[in-house]
Each structure stands twice: as structure tokens, then as C-alpha cells.
């Protein structure tokens, strides 16, 4: 998945609704339970880090939103119980908002928040 099919998905039309912000952060500690792949923690909290700091625009917090309900749900392009492969999908989605995120902040037009 590239960076403007994900823009495009289902998972971005969901996180336009409110509740779907919630339902990510009460989730997301369960989530990081479960997994056992650090690279993927890393990046997600970075995720998190980000929402929850309260910067970035409406567009941004959208696709943090998005990559991280993409993470914490089971049923996404690759099934997370299928070994290795299930998650080098999420890393592949977290890594596509990552490098965005970190495109606006090396062009100053805010700071990311790092782990």
C-alpha cells in the first residue's frame, strides 16, 4: 500500500469519526501486549506520542488515528495472525505516516514528536 491509497482507504474514513479516537486509545495498550515485535512497538508509540501531544492538524491526527486503528485491529490487509508477514503490513502503514509526519517537520512546519 502506498501513501495515497492509504489516504484513500477505509481506514482513513474511519478515522474521521470521533469515536474512532477513543476506541484507539483505550485499545492501544491491549495492542502493545500482544505484539512482540519491537521495531512495530516503536513506531507505534511514536504514533501514539504524537496524537496524544496534542500537535499537528486536523489532517495529521487523522492519519495517525488511521495507522494506528490499522495496527491494533486483527483483520487488516494481511491478517496480524499470520507469523511475521501479518505485521511487516502495519510497519509498512506506520512507517508510510512516519515519513510524512517527519517530511512537515524537516521542512519546518512543525516538530514531531519522537519516543
Known amino acids: 500500500m502506498n501513501y495515497r491509497e492509504f489516504t484513500e482507504s477505509k481506514w482513513v474514513r474511519a478515522a474521521q469519526d470521533p469515536m474512532t479516537r477513543s476506541r484507539v486509545l483505550q485499545d492501544f495498550p491491549g495492542w502493545i ?8 512497538i516503536a513506531k507505534a508509540r511514536r ?15 487523522i492519519l495517525i488515528v488511521a495507522a494506528l486503528l490499522y495496527l491494533i ?15 511487516l503490513d502495519d510497519a509498512a502503514v506506520a512507517g508510510l505516516v512516519l515519513s510524512y ?15
Open 33 to 40: 501486549d500482544k505484539v512482540h515485535n519491537s521495531g512495530l
Open 47 to 61: 504514533l501514539m506520542n504524537y496524537l496524544v501531544s496534542g500537535k499537528g492538524s486536523t489532517t495529521d491526527i
Open 73 to 87: 485491529s486483527p483483520i487488516d490487509a494481511v491478517p496480524d495472525f499470520i507469523p511475521v508477514v501479518g505485521w
Open 101 to 115: 509526519l517527519d517530511k512537515k517537520a524537516s521542512a519546518g512546519q512543525r516538530e514531531v514528536v519522537d519516543v
